[in-house]
């Protein structure tokens, strides 16, 4: 079995940054191999796609809302991902979760939340204005 836990939220100013990061345990060899996704959820809304990265790290997808803002990346070396982001604005506040996406899929253009099946339990993300 996998764990996903993430990390590097907080609170931060308009215009700030962070970088969140997603560190994998147990049976690690099953997620190196698979699609990375980092989704986020607002109160009140549904959680929505952020950015993807395939298992090698060679193609990224992100939303439109996000691009040139944030970048994702992997180390699979240290089971990790990371999600860069600058330039951050209110409208980014939410949980940000990490997700392994069913090792069926090697695109890194997986949007929806059904194709991805471990997820970490979320970490806060606040801009202020």
């Known amino acids: 079995q996998v764990q996903l836990v993430e990390s590097g939220g907080g609170l931060v100013q308009a215009g700030g940054s962070l970088r969140l990061s997603c560190a994998a345990s147990g049976r690690i060899f099953s997620v190196s191999t698979r699609t990375m996704g980092w989704f986020r959820q607002a109160p009140g809304k549904e959680r929505e796609f952020v950015a993807a990265i395939n298992w090698s790290g060679s193609s990224t997808y992100s939303t439109d809302s996000v691009k040139g803002r944030f970048t994702v990346s992997r180390d699979n070396a240290k089971n990790t991902v990371s999600l860069e982001m600058n330039s951050l604005k209110p409208e980014d506040t939410a949980v940000y979760y990490c997700?392994?996406?069913?090792?069926?899929?090697?695109?890194?253009?997986?949007?929806?939340?059904?194709?991805?099946?471990?997820w970490g339990p979320g970490t806060q993300v606040t801009v202020s204005s």
């Open positions: 997700a392994a996406a069913s090792p069926i899929y090697t695109t890194a253009v997986l949007t929806p939340t059904t194709a991805y099946d471990i």
